[in-house]
C-alpha cells in the first residue's frame, strides 16, 4: 500500500514524534508546578511535608511496570505474541497497582492528621495532592492507552503488524515513570 | 494513482496520510457524506474554515461588548432604555451596572486574546496553510487535528453558556488574578461564573495542544522533497514559533488554573492568604497571590506572540508577494522569529513591575524587555527595505499588510516607554497601556488576520471578495484604530486610570469626558465597518467574482500550485518537488519563478 508522504526510511515517524512534543509540553506543566513549589517554599509559612512509604513502594511499582512494558514491546518485535500479550497485561496491573498506591497514599496522611485540602490545610501539602494527582491522571491516561492496545493485541481476527503504537506507549509510559520519579525526588530532597 | 509511492514500512498507523490519497484513489466513486465533509472533517482546510467561521463569531460578540462599555464610559450620564430591555438587571434603569461593566471587559478581553486572535488567527492559517505551503496532503495526524477544533468548539460553547448562568460570567479581568477570583463571596463574577471560564480555559489550553503538537510535527516531519527548512516560506516559520510557544507555555497556565481550581473548590491555600472578606476572616494562610501571576504571565507574556506571530509571517509573505521583490533578508527575518520566540520566555516580569518585584530583579526584565526591540527594528526595517522601490500592487490584503506595518511601528514604539519599570510604574495602570496593547497586538494582529483573509480567500472558496468593500474596510479600520487609540495615549500620560467604569465622579478625570465620547463613536463606527468585512466575507463565498486562473497572485508559494478547489490531498497527482526558496521575485528579468521550478544553468545566483 502506497503511502503518500516522502517519508524517509531513517526518518523518526511522525506520530512519535509528536509524542516527543507533547512530552516537553508536559514537562513544562511540571516545571511549572514544581517551580511554584519552589517559591512557595522559600516563603512564611512552610512546612516540612512526610512522604509515606507507601510512595516509595509505588515508586517501585511503576519501576518494574517500565521493564515489563519494555519487554512486552521487544517479544511484540520478535513476534512472541503470547508473551507480549502477558507482559501487557502485568504492565497493566502494576500500573493500576500504581494508581491504588497513589491514592491509599494521600489517604494516609488524614491518618497522620495532616490535612491536604479544606480549612487547617497547608499549601506544602495540597502541592503534593496537587501535583502527585496531575501525575497520577497522566498514568490514568496511559493506563486507558495500553488497555486499547493490549485489548487489539487480544483480538484474535485481526493481526496486528504494526509496532508503532505499542512502542508509542511504551514511550509515554517510561516518560511517567521518569517523571514520577523525578517527582519523588524533588518533593523529598526540597521538604 | 501517480502518488510517490515511498513506503515506510509502517503502513496501516499512517491512516492520515492514507486518507489524504484516499481521494486521488477513488475519485470518482467517492462521496463524502455532509457530517465528515463538513462537520467532522479531517480535511485541514474545512478545519481551518470551521476555525475562521467560529473566530469571526467570537470576534462579533467580543467586539459588541467593546462597544457595549464604550458607551457606558462615552455617555456615563446618558441612560438607553434598550440596554435593561436586552440585559435585565445587568442594566437596570438602562445603565450598565458595575458588576456588568466589568464582565463586559473581562469577557471582551478572554474572547478576543484566546478565542478570536489565538483560535481565530493561528488556528485558522496555521491549518490552511502549514499542508499547503509545505507541500504536505494534511496534517502529521488529522485525528488530533479533528479533536483540536472540537475542544475549541466545547470550550467556546462553555464560555458561551457562563454569560447566561444567573451570576454572569468571570469578571475578574481576562487575567483571573486571585484573591478575587478565588472567593466566590468577593464578587458576582467569581462565583460559578469564574468556575466555567476555568473548565472553558482548560479545554481551550488542550486543543492549543493538540493543535500545535501538530503543526510542529508536520512542519518537521512532513515536508514535501526539496523543501529545506530555509527554503520554507515565512508564514511558516513563524507559524512554527508560534506553535513551539504555544506548546511550552500553555501547560504552565494550565498549571497555574489547576492550582486556582483548587483554591475555588477544595479549600487550598496556594494564593490565599489572611483574607477578610465582608467581615468574615478567612482561615486560608500561607499562600501567595503573586504566585498566580508569575504563573500566569510566563503564559501570558509568550502569548502575545502566540498572537502577533502568525501576523508577522503573513505579512511577509503578503508584503513580499504584491511588492513583486524578494523578501529583504530572509535569514534575519527567521533570526528575529527566532530571537522574539526566545526573549517571549524571559521577559514575564515586566507585567509586574508594580507588584512590588524587588526592582534589581526587575532591572534584569527591563533589559529583557529592551532588547526584544532589536529583532522587531529588524523585522521592521526588512519590511520596508522589500517595500522600498517595489512595484507595489495595493490589493486589500497588501494594504492590510502595510497598515500592520504602521501599527507595529507605532504600537512597538510605546512598548519602549512601557518596558522601563521607572516609567512603567507610573502608567501601569492607566489608559496608557491600554492603548500600548491594543494596537501592538490587538489591532495589529487584526490587521494580519485580515490581510490573511483577503489574500488567501481565493484559495480558500475558489472565488474573490469584493474590493470596494475591503477598501472602505481597510481605511475606515487604520484610521478608526488610531482615532481609538492614539487619544488613549494623551489620557493615560495624563494619568487616566484603566478598569473605571465612570469617570465623570472624579474632578480630576472629568476633562476627558469630552474625548471619551469621540473614542466610544468612533469605536462604533469602527465596529459596524468590521460588520461590512462579514458581510463581504459570507456573500462571496456564493456570490464573489470566480477565481479562474490557478494562481491569481503571482506567488511562489505551493499552495498556488494546486487545483483552484483543491481536494481533500490538495494536490490530484504527486506533490510537487520543491527546487528554490520561495521569494524568486523579478529575478532575472523574470516576475515572478516558483518554487516548484528548477534551477537552469544560466540563472543568475542569489
Keep these: ?191 | 494513482m501517480s502518488i510517490t509511492t515511498v513506503s515506510t514500512g509502517h503502513e496501516s498507523e499512517v491512516s492520515t496520510s492514507a486518507h489524504g490519497h484516499h481521494e486521488g484513489h477513488h475519485e470518482h466513486h467517492h462521496e463524502e457524506s455532509f457530517i465528515s465533509k463538513y462537520v467532522f472533517s479531517q480535511d485541514h482546510k474545512m478545519i481551518a474554515k470551521q476555525f475562521l467561521i467560529t473566530g469571526m463569531i467570537w470576534a462579533v460578540i467580543g467586539g459588541l461588548f467593546s462597544v457595549l462599555f464604550r458607551l457606558q464610559l462615552g455617555y456615563p450620564e446618558m441612560s438607553f432604555p434598550i440596554l435593561e430591555d436586552l440585559f435585565g438587571k445587568w442594566a437596570a434603569g438602562g445603565r450598565i451596572s458595575n458588576e456588568f461593566y466589568y464582565a463586559l471587559v473581562t469577557m471582551h478581553g478572554t474572547i478576543l486574546v484566546f478565542f478570536v486572535l489565538t483560535a481565530g488567527l493561528s488556528g485558522t492559517f496555521a491549518n490552511f496553510l502549514i499542508p499547503l505551503q509545505i507541500g504536505a496532503r494534511d496534517m502529521a495526524s488529522p485525528m488530533l487535528n479533528m479533536l483540536s477544533y472540537w475542544f475549541f468548539f466545547l470550550a467556546s460553547i462553555i464560555m458561551f453558556a457562563s454569560m447566561f448562568i444567573q451570576t454572569g460570567p468571570a469578571s475578574g479581568g481576562w487575567t483571573i488574578y486571585p484573591p478575587l477570583s478565588a472567593l466566590g463571596q468577593a464578587s458576582e463574577g467569581s462565583k460559578l461564573g469564574m468556575d466555567y471560564w476555568l473548565v472553558s480555559m482548560a479545554m481551550f489550553i488542550v486543543s492549543s495542544l493538540l493543535g500545535g503538537l501538530n503543526y510542529i510535527s508536520t512542519i518537521l516531519n512532513m515536508r514535501t522533497k526539496g523543501m529545506t527548512m530555509t527554503r520554507l516560506p515565512l508564514t511558516i516559520w513563524a507559524l512554527f514559533f508560534t506553535a513551539v510557544l504555544g506548546v511550552l507555555s500553555f501547560p504552565v497556565l494550565l498549571s497555574g488554573a489547576i492550582l486556582l481550581l483548587f483554591d475555588r473548590n477544595l479549600g487550598t491555600s496556594f494564593y490565599l492568604s489572611e483574607i477578610v472578606v465582608k467581615g468574615e476572616i478567612l482561615p486560608n494562610e500561607g499562600g501567595s497571590a503573586i504566585l498566580f501571576q508569575h504563573l500566569f504571565w510566563f503564559l501570558g507574556h509568550p502569548e502575545v506572540y502566540i498572537i502577533l506571530l502568525p501576523a508577522l509571517g503573513m505579512v511577509s509573505e503578503i508584503l513580499s508577494v504584491n511588492s513583486r521583490k524578494p523578501i529583504f533578508g530572509y535569514l534575519a527575518m527567521v533570526g528575529s522569529l527566532f530571537a522574539i520566540a526566545i526573549l517571549a520566555f524571559l521577559v514575564w516580569a515586566h507585567h509586574m513591575f508594580v507588584t512590588g518585584l524587588n526592582p534589581f530583579l526587575g532591572a534584569f526584565f527591563v533589559l529583557l524587555t529592551l532588547l526584544i526591540a532589536v529583532p522587531s527594528a529588524i523585522k521592521v526595517f526588512n519590511w520596508l527595505t522589500t517595500l522600498w522601490r517595489g512595484n507595489l500592487r495595493f490589493t486589500p490584503a497588501m494594504l492590510f499588510a502595510i497598515g500592520f506595518v504602521s501599527l507595529f511601528i507605532s504600537g512597538g514604539l510605546t512598548g519602549i516607554f512601557l518596558g522601563n519599570s521607572t516609567l512603567d510604574i507610573h502608567l501601569h495602570d492607566t489608559y496608557f497601556v491600554v492603548a500600548h496593547f491594543h494596537i501592538v497586538m490587538g489591532v495589529a494582529s487584526m490587521f494580519g488576520m485580515f490581510a490573511g483573509v483577503y489574500h488567501w480567500y481565493p484559495k480558500m472558496y475558489g472565488r474573490y471578495m469584493n474590493n470596494t468593500l475591503a477598501y472602505i474596510h481597510f481605511w475606515v479600520s487604520l484610521v478608526g484604530a488610531y482615532l481609538i487609540f492614539w487619544p488613549m495615549h494623551y489620557q493615560g500620560l495624563a494619568g487616566m486610570p484603566r478598569r473605571y467604569t465612570d469617570f465623570s465622579n472624579w474632578e480630576s478625570f472629568k476633562n476627558f469626558g469630552e474625548m471619551n465620547r469621540f473614542i466610544s463613536t468612533v469605536a462604533m463606527i469602527v465596529f459596524v465597518v468590521q460588520l461590512l468585512f462579514i458581510f463581504n466575507f459570507f456573500y462571496s463565498i456564493w456570490k464573489g467574482r470566480k477565481v479562474t486562473s490557478q494562481n491569481p497572485w503571482g506567488a511562489n508559494t505551493l499552495e498556488w500550485t494546486a487545483p483552484i478547489r483543491p481536494g481533500h490531498g490538495n494536490w490530484p497527482g504527486e506533490i510537487p518537488e520543491v527546487h528554490r526558496w520561495a521569494y524568486d521575485y523579478g529575478k532575472d528579468g523574470r516576475d515572478f519563478i516558483a518554487q516548484t521550478e528548477p534551477i537552469s544553468d544560466s540563472e543568475s545566483k542569489h
Design chain 1, 1 to 191: 500500500m502506497a503511502t503518500v508522504m516522502n517519508v524517509q526510511r531513517d526518518k523518526i515517524h511522525p506520530h512519535k514524534f509528536t509524542l516527543w512534543v507533547a512530552i516537553g509540553s508536559i514537562i513544562m506543566m511540571f516545571a511549572g508546578l514544581t517551580s511554584a513549589y519552589i517559591v512557595k517554599r522559600s516563603q512564611a509559612g512552610w512546612v516540612m511535608v512526610e512522604i509515606p512509604l507507601l510512595f516509595w513502594i509505588s515508586t517501585a511499582t511503576i519501576l518494574l511496570s517500565s521493564v515489563s512494558i519494555h519487554f512486552a514491546v521487544q517479544h511484540f518485535k520478535k513476534r512472541n505474541l503470547e508473551t507480549y500479550k502477558k507482559l501487557l497485561y502485568v504492565t497493566l496491573a502494576l500500573g493500576m497497582a500504581f494508581l491504588v498506591m497513589q491514592v491509599l497514599g494521600f489517604n494516609m496522611y488524614r491518618d497522620m492528621d495532616i490535612r491536604l485540602t479544606g480549612a487547617g490545610s497547608n499549601a506544602s501539602y495540597s502541592f503534593i495532592l496537587a501535583i502527585a494527582g496531575l501525575h497520577g491522571l497522566h498514568v490514568l491516561g496511559g493506563i486507558i492507552a495500553l488497555a486499547w492496545v493490549t485489548f487489539k493485541a487480544s483480538n484474535q481476527s485481526r493481526r496486528e503488524y504494526n509496532t508503532v503504537p505499542a512502542e508509542i506507549i511504551a514511550t509515554y509510559w517510561h516518560f511517567v515513570d521518569v517523571l514520577w520519579i523525578y517527582l519523588i525526588l524533588f518533593f523529598n530532597w526540597m521538604r
